[in-house]
């Protein structure tokens, strides 16, 4: 079993940034074979895909909406990836949630990853 923690949101103003952490462990949890996904979900509306860093950390993918504002990366020393969001805008308040997916590679929807945390509040004010 894989546990995924978010820790990093909070209240900004827009132009503001933020980075999101996302913790990942288990007790046969190889951080290194698992692609990992940011996703955010504001109310009223469906989860929606922000990010992905592939398992190899090679390959990066985000949704036209943050493109050229966020950045994921990843820490497999840490077992850590990162969401470092920059130039925040109020339609990006949300709870953004973290994703883990076994030798996933830029898989940019939701149903495929078996593996989530509770998610973060980022609330972006104007």
């Known amino acids: 079993q894989v546990q995924v923690v978010e820790s990093g949101g909070g209240l900004v103003q827009a132009g503001g940034s933020l980075r999101l952490s996302c913790a990942a462990s288990?007790?046969?949890?190889?951080?290194?074979?698992?692609?990992m996904g940011w996703f955010r979900q504001a109310p009223g509306k469906e989860r929606e895909f922000v990010a992905t860093i592939s398992y190899t950390g090679g390959s990066t993918a985000y949704a036209d909406s943050v493109k050229g504002r966020f950045t994921i990366s990843r820490d497999n020393a840490k077992n850590t990836v990162y969401l470092q969001m920059d130039s925040l805008k109020p339609e990006d308040t949300a709870v953004y949630y973290c994703?883990?997916?076994?030798?996933?590679?830029?898989?940019?929807?939701?149903?495929?990853?078996?593996?989530w945390g509770q998610g973060t509040q980022v609330t972006v004010s104007s």
């Open positions: 994703a883990a997916g076994k030798y996933f590679s830029l898989v940019t929807t939701p149903g495929p990853y078996a593996n």
């Open positions: 288990g007790r046969t949890f190889t951080f290194s074979t698992y692609g």
